[in-house]
């Protein structure tokens, strides 16, 4: 077990809908990174959120976005849901310090079905 | 960017060695990974080496890198059935993984037979 806690861990919504995903990272981690994994393909990086500001973000449309609290858990919401983000959205948490990210320990996943 | 390719499928009966390969594009990438997922549930790490070292030991996994060839592999000694899972390479492009992101191959899908 990580110690990274993922919620909920099934979700069923309908193109067009919202949908808000969260994380809490590891005891002692500063750094969340969301991954978006399509069936039978490996995990996409979505962005990644480091004391609570967004350091870096991957090839997803602007309807992705994030948040990052104090406590360093992190909220993924997804606007205008569309049928190809049905997906399994990992995310995963670290400790980075100096521009440097050390080694990311995953969650569980939460598995979104978009109808 | 950095790209990272694996084979899709492996097969060895219970006992024997597994090797999995991955090759990978960006050199800067100084941190490599191997994860496991199991059905239906998230990553879990197995092992990493940093780009200095040419091989890495724990317990029943081994890993070899050959940083000119951009190649790296993991050998399973002893192969069980509880091995069987998909296995992710992934590297941490950037300097000491400073772009902070990993890029992952498609994975290899380990079947072991009894």
């Known amino acids: 077990e990580t110690g990274v806690t993922q919620s909920p861990t099934h979700l069923i919504k309908t193109r067009g809908q919202q949908v808000t995903l969260r994380c809490s990272s590891q005891s002692g981690h500063n750094t969340v990174s969301w991954y978006q994994q399509a069936l039978g393909q490996g995990p996409q990086f979505i962005f990644q959120?480091?004391?609570?500001?967004?350091?870096g973000r991957g090839n997803f449309p602007p309807r992705f976005s994030g948040l990052q609290f104090p406590n360093y858990s992190s909220e993924l919401n997804v606007n205008a849901l569309e049928l190809d983000d049905s997906a399994l959205y990992l995310c995963?948490?670290?400790f980075g310090a100096g521009g440097r990210q050390e080694t990311q320990y995953f969650g569980p996943g939460t598995r979104l079905l978009v109808l | 960017g950095e790209d990272v390719e694996q084979s899709l499928f492996l097969s060895v009966r219970e006992g024997d060695s597994s090797v999995i390969n991955c090759t990978y594009t960006d050199s800067s990438s100084t941190y490599l990974y191997w994860y496991k997922q199991e059905p239906g549930a998230g990553l879990q790490l197995l092992t990493y080496i940093f780009s200095n070292m040419d091989m890495k030991q724990d317990q029943r996994l081994t890993v070899l890198l050959n940083k000119k060839d951009k190649h790296l592999s993991l050998r399973i000694a002893d192969t069980q059935t509880g091995d069987s899972a998909i296995y992710f390479c992934a590297a941490a492009p950037g300097l000491g993984g400073s772009q902070g992101n990993l890029i992952f191959g498609k994975g290899t899908k380990l079947s072991v037979k009894p």
């Open positions: 959120y480091y004391r609570e500001e967004e350091n």
């Open positions: 995963a948490s670290s």
